[in-house]
């Protein structure tokens, strides 16, 4: 664990107006290895001061370089060309991404391809760029064109630091936004690499900014600056509410990424076997710390039994360690805090009636010593009621609740205040469709456990936010529609 990537350096500076400059404090923050809490690097810790400079950097390249006034498949060359180098040092970057947010080496180098293929999309993506003749009464001509929105604030969470960024920068960068990128606190380093590529590849200087520091002070100043089009924001739902709250002043876009307990259903006819491979990675993987993860497991009640039994074998065959090992499954934590939260909910979970079948822990072992380790962990006798059944927990723990029928199972499903994801196993094709139309989610999982392609659109329902990541949907949300109308 001592060996450092070759991105990995002692200290981090702001990146502002494309130079790597210390906060007006002079002040840093250390970024810590959740794996073994060893302190890895110093970061400038941004002030008010230096988000001011950061918006005015991104303004000035909005409005005086000629980033958003270039043809689009110029701006998409330098997407593939950012993607180029992404492939080049990707090993380097999955092992930053390890070292900075203690997810196993497998989980990272999946996250850090799909941000690759993120920009290698929207230099596709670019070219789709077009306004529209419409019709119009004679004597009028009319056409609209579309403009970038203007200068995006993009605030993203550490689960996943590099493919949240690569998320948000690679749609605004191809419909010619200018950015100020603020990554968490936990995790700040993948996303001033990322922001290096980019210069390295051809942003041009102020095109991307990345201000590092603390979400309630510069992140919210953020949220609220007058010199901000749009806020793009990943992250907890209540963090979501304060921000949009703080937008509204000066009416700012918004789209919100936030939180999610989403449901797992096993028909009593589903492909036992797939349904239990599909649910340990549907809840386990990324250390269950995934806005999509399937943390609320439904089981018919006449395969309860036999699924359950599955479950808990493949539960326990899990790998926890290393998280550079190659053969790892399930890292570390993200920080004390977020330990303290998850066994909180595991002993809140006892109290209200809940049995603890695997888990619940620390993992024994010397190599669990140090480090935010916590082993998987089951939790039956649970009703959807529940907090544990109700509230995100964002950590390895799944609650599982038997059902009786399609009806009862869709109404305890919907029976959130999320609607992020949902996923449902089942041989019958007309049911799976059936029940997929009911179920109050963004994305639905039919007997596969993925829930993300660059290509396909991301996004909640309900106070999972609005608006959509990936895909065309989020190029158009970086974008004005202009009408222009003229006699002829
Ligand atoms: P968080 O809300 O605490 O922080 C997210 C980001 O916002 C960080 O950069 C943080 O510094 C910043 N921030 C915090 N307070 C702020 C404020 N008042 N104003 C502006 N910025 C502020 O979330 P987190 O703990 O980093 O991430 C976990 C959450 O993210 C979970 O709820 C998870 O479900 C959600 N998430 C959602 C998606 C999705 O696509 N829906 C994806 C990943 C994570």
């Given at each position: 664990m001592e060996k450092k990537g070759s991105l990995l350096k002692e200290q981090y500076e702001l990146l502002i107006n494309g130079e790597h400059v210390p906060s007006s404090s002079g002040e840093y923050f250390d970024t810590y290895?959740?794996?073994?809490?060893?302190a890895i690097a110093r970061v400038a810790k941004a002030t008010r001061e230096d988000v001011d400079r950061a918006v005015s950097a991104a303004r000035n390249a909005l409005e005086n370089s000629k980033w958003a006034r270039w043809p689009a498949s110029r701006r998409g060359q330098i997407l593939n060309r950012i993607a180029l180098i992404m492939r080049e040092r990707f090993d380097e970057l999955v092992e930053l991404e390890v070292l900075n947010s203690g997810k196993a080496l497998s989980a990272a180098k999946g996250q850090v391809m799909q941000a690759i293929e993120d920009f290698e999309l929207y230099a596709g993506a670019v070219t789709t760029i077009a306004g529209a003749t419409k019709p119009v009464p004679s004597g009028f001509f009319h056409y609209t064109v579309k403009e970038p929105i203007g200068v995006c604030a993009q605030i993203v969470p550490w689960n996943y630091p590099l493919m949240m960024a690569a998320w948000k920068v690679a749609p605004a960068l191809a419909a010619g936004c200018t950015i100020i990128l603020k990554p968490a606190s936990l995790t700040p380093l993948t996303a001033l690499v990322l922001a290096d590529i980019c210069h390295e590849a051809?942003?041009?200087?102020?095109v991307i900014n990345v201000i590092t520091g603390s979400g309630a002070d510069v992140g919210a100043y953020l949220t609220e600056h007058?010199?901000?089009?749009k806020v793009a924001f990943t992250g907890e739902t209540t963090t979501g509410k304060d921000i949009m709250a703080r937008a509204s002043e000066t009416l700012k876009r918004v789209t919100l990424e936030l939180g999610g307990k989403s449901p797992n259903i096993v028909f009593e006819d589903a492909d036992l076997e797939a349904a239990a491979n599909g649910s340990v990675f549907g809840i386990f993987y990324n250390t269950g710390q995934s806005c999509e993860a399937r943390s609320r497991l439904f089981v018919h009640e006449s395969v309860y039994d036999a699924f359950l039994e599955r479950f808990v074998e493949k539960t326990k065959k899990l790998k926890l360690g290393n998280p550079l090992d190659e053969s790892t499954q399930v890292g570390a934590l993200i920080s004390q805090g977020q330990w303290d939260t998850v066994h909180s909910y595991v002993q809140l979970a006892k109290e209200e009636g809940?049995?603890?079948?695997y888990g619940g822990k620390r993992p024994e072992g010397e190599a669990f010593a140090k480090g935010h380790w916590y082993e998987p962990t089951i939790l039956v006798d649970v009703t959807n009621d529940m907090r544990v059944a109700q509230?995100?927990?964002?950590?390895?723990v799944v609650v599982v609740i038997k059902f009786k029928d399609e009806k009862e199972v869709i109404q305890l499903a919907n029976d959130s205040i999320y609607g992020l994801a949902a996923a449902l196993w089942t041989k019958d094709f007309s049911r799976a469709h059936r029940v997929a139309g009911q179920l109050k989610a963004g994305v639905v999982m039919i007997n596969n456990p993925f829930s993300t392609f660059p290509g396909l659109p991301f996004g909640g329902y309900k106070q999972s936010g609005f608006g959509r990541e990936l895909a065309i949907e989020s190029l158009e949300l970086y974008m004005e529609t202009k009408s222009v109308l003229s006699y002829v």
């Open positions: 290895n959740p794996a073994t809490e060893e051809g942003v041009p200087a102020g007058p010199g901000v089009d809940a049995r603890v079948l509230e995100e927990i964002f950590g390895p």
